[in-house]
């Protein structure tokens, strides 16, 4: 069964912040994309997801293992929900599963970036209430 593009990027995602490869992981986002760093902060923008990447490696020893474990791709049009089963681990941290969200957007060329990183999911709102 051919797999849907957004898992693929996904994929990418994980091994480029495995492999600490920076460049290529900025390559899966929206110029004006926001990232979650942690409950009541967030990155916007390229740049600044750059930098909270880089700082979240240093913070992991850079040993962060980042994989999926399932997800459900909901699209419409250019404009695709996806719900995950993140897990996340490292040297030290034992492995935490997220039930994250991600909103990815199709560019102009046909390619699906990620305009939003939660890898938080629904925590964020339990968390601020």
Request: proline share 2%; with cysteine; aromatic share 8%.
């Amino acid at each position: 069964m051919k797999r849907h593009p957004i898992d693929l990027q996904i994929e990418k995602a994980d091994k480029a912040i495995v492999a600490e490869e920076f460049d290529e992981l900025m390559d899966i986002y929206t110029d004006d994309a926001v990232l979650v760093i942690e409950l009541g902060r967030n990155a916007v923008e390229k740049n600044e997801i750059r930098k909270a990447f880089e700082a979240i490696a240093v913070y992991f020893k850079n040993g962060l293992q980042v994989e999926q474990n399932g997800l459900e791709i909901l699209e419409s049009l250019d404009t695709a929900l996806v719900l995950a089963n993140t897990v996340v681990s490292s040297p030290g941290f034992p492995a935490t599963e997220r039930k994250a969200t991600y909103v990815f957007n199709k560019s102009v060329g046909g390619i699906w970036l990620c305009s939003v990183d939660n890898s938080y999911g629904h925590e964020i709102i339990e968390k601020n209430a």
